[in-house]
């Protein structure tokens, strides 16, 4: 099973595509997971992707491509993925189908969680991240065992760098410009699903499961 993850950022990708990798056994292949991992770890993907990132801009299709398609590549990957944070714009989509194409293999569903802006903006002020294994909270929402602590592998949490508020309001304007055009991309390829994101997240959850059988 191949699915993608639409939305917005902060609209709740990451969360249902952890929830989805657990129960279906698929890998969560997540693109900004990635980026951070290289910047925390110095590399020069890292340093490239961060000057984007920072602005609140998609790092550019080339490099991120590459690596999309290497993580796919690898032997995990065999019986499915659901991807999150990719693709973001149309020509990211088109490789990938390319991909897949000659492969004899296509995406299954693109599952769009649907969120408004304005949920969105208090949404990511709350989001705590752990850099060292990529897992997701909210002060709120999604509490830490311990504040401040990652419950699965006990790093420290950060407020990521891009979701201060300026940034993110960035980031939505990119969203509606660059990404927002594959829902009509997916539509066409009649295989888009939406689910409302702003209910609790094991009830978003319901409706996945519900999609995905
Ligand atoms: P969120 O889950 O909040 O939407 P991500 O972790 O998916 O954020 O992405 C963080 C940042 O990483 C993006 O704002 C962008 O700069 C970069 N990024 C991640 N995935 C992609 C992609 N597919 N194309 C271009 N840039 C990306
Ligand atoms: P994305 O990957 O789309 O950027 P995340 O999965 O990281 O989004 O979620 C953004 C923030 O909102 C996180 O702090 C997360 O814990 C929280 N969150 C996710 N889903 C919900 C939900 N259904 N209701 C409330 N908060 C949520
Ligand atoms: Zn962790």
Do not use: W
């Not at 769009?112 to 709350?126: C, L």
């Not at 420290?156 to 508020?165: F, G, H, P, Q, T």
């Amino acid at each position: 099973m191949k699915i993608i993850m639409l939305g917005a950022p902060g609209a709740g990708k990451g969360t249902q595509a952890k929830m989805i990798a657990d129960k279906y056994s698929v890998p969560h292949i997540s693109t900004g997971d990635i980026f951070r991992a290289n910047i925390k770890n110095g590399t020069e993907l890292g340093k490239e992707a961060k000057t984007y990132m920072d602005k609140g801009l998609l790092v550019p299709d080339e490099l991120t491509v590459k690596i999309l398609l290497d993580r796919v590549a690898q032997e995990d990957c065999k019986n499915g993925y659901v991807l999150d944070g990719f693709p973001r714009t149309i020509p990211q989509a088109e490789v990938l189908d390319k991909a897949l194409t000659e492969l004899g293999d296509k995406i299954d569903f693109a599952i769009d969680v649907d969120v408004p802006d304005a949920n969105i903006i208090k949404r990511m002020s709350g989001r705590r991240a752990c850099l060292a294994c990529g897992a997701t909270y909210h002060i709120e929402h999604v509490p830490p065992k311990a504040e401040g602590i990652c419950d699965r592998c006990g790093e420290a949490l950060v407020l990521r760098d891009d979701d201060k508020e300026e940034t993110v309001k960035n980031r939505l304007n990119v969203y509606h410009e660059q990404t927002q055009p594959l829902i009509e991309y997916y539509t066409a390829k009649n295989i888009l699903k939406t689910v409302d994101g702003t209910v609790d997240m094991q009830v978003v959850f319901d409706s996945i499961v519900a999609i995905l059988g």
